[in-house]
């Protein structure tokens, strides 16, 4: 049987984040993504239950260091 993979939406969705901010962090280097795959001829990243466990992490330390959207009621 093979692993689990999630494509960056849903990758972004298990760790509660938009597919926007998560292709962002990528961009700006504060993640290392799986690498781009051929699929059905388009590229596409396939995130492993692993890659998932690593991205909590990173977003757990990001939103730790307040780098996170502040609430809409002005709280932290």
């Keep these: 049987m093979s692993p689990k ?3 960056t ?3 972004a969705a298990a760790v509660k984040i938009t597919r926007q901010t ?6 700006k280097g504060k993640l ?3 690498e781009t795959q051929l699929r ?6 396939l995130w492993t239950e692993s890659d ?3 991205l909590r ?10 780098m996170g959207r502040p609430s809409k009621n002005g709280r932290k």
């Design 22 to 27: 998560l292709q962002a962090w990528i961009a």
């Design 40 to 45: 059905d001829g388009r590229a596409v990243r």
């Design 32 to 34: 290392n993504a799986p």
């Design 5 to 7: 993979t999630y494509t």
């Design 57 to 66: 992490k990173v977003r757990s330390e990001l939103y730790r260091k307040e």
């Design 52 to 54: 998932v466990a690593r």
């Design 9 to 11: 939406g849903q990758a």
